[in-house]
C-alpha cells in the first residue's frame, strides 16, 4: 500500500527557515519522480517544486524559485523541502506526491506569521 507521510510544518516567522520531509513507502520510490505542492487557505492546490527519480533535475514555481530547494534521498525513501526565506504567503499545507502515483499524504501545515 502506498503511504507518503509529510512532516517538518510549522509556525515560523517572515524570512524564517523550515525543512520539511516526505517518507514514502509501498512503491519503488528510487524509479519515481516526486512533487512537492501546497494548498494556500481558500486557494487550489498548486505545484510547488518537482525532482526526477534519480534527483538529477529540479524544477521549481516561479514564487519559489531561488528560496526552495527539493531533494531526495532514495537510500531513506525520502523527499526533502528546504524552504528558505519564507513569506506569509508561503503559508499553506504542503504535500508530496509520486508524479505517476495517485496518492496524497495526510500533508504538513505550514504557517508565516510574526
Known amino acids: 500500500q502506498v503511504q507518503l507521510v509529510e512532516s517538518g510544518g510549522g509556525l515560523v516567522q517572515p524570512g524564517g527557515s523550515l525543512r520539511l520531509s516526505c517518507a514514502a513507502s509501498?512503491?519503488?520510490?528510487?524509479?519515481?519522480?516526486m512533487r512537492w505542492y501546497r494548498q494556500g487557505p481558500g486557494k487550489e492546490r498548486e505545484l510547488v517544486a518537482s525532482?526526477?527519480?534519480?534527483?538529477?533535475?529540479?524544477t521549481y514555481a516561479d514564487s519559489v524559485k531561488g528560496r526552495f530547494t527539493i531533494s531526495r534521498d532514495n537510500a531513506k525513501n525520502t523527499v526533502y523541502l528546504q524552504m528558505n526565506s519564507l513569506k506569509p504567503d508561503d503559508t499553506a499545507v504542503y504535500y508530496c506526491?509520486?508524479?505517476?502515483?495517485?496518492?496524497w499524504g495526510q500533508g504538513t501545515q505550514v504557517t508565516v506569521s510574526s
Open positions: 506526491k509520486a508524479v505517476n502515483l495517485n496518492y
Open positions: 509501498g512503491f519503488t520510490f528510487s524509479r519515481n519522480a
Open positions: 525532482i526526477t527519480a534519480a534527483g538529477v533535475i529540479t
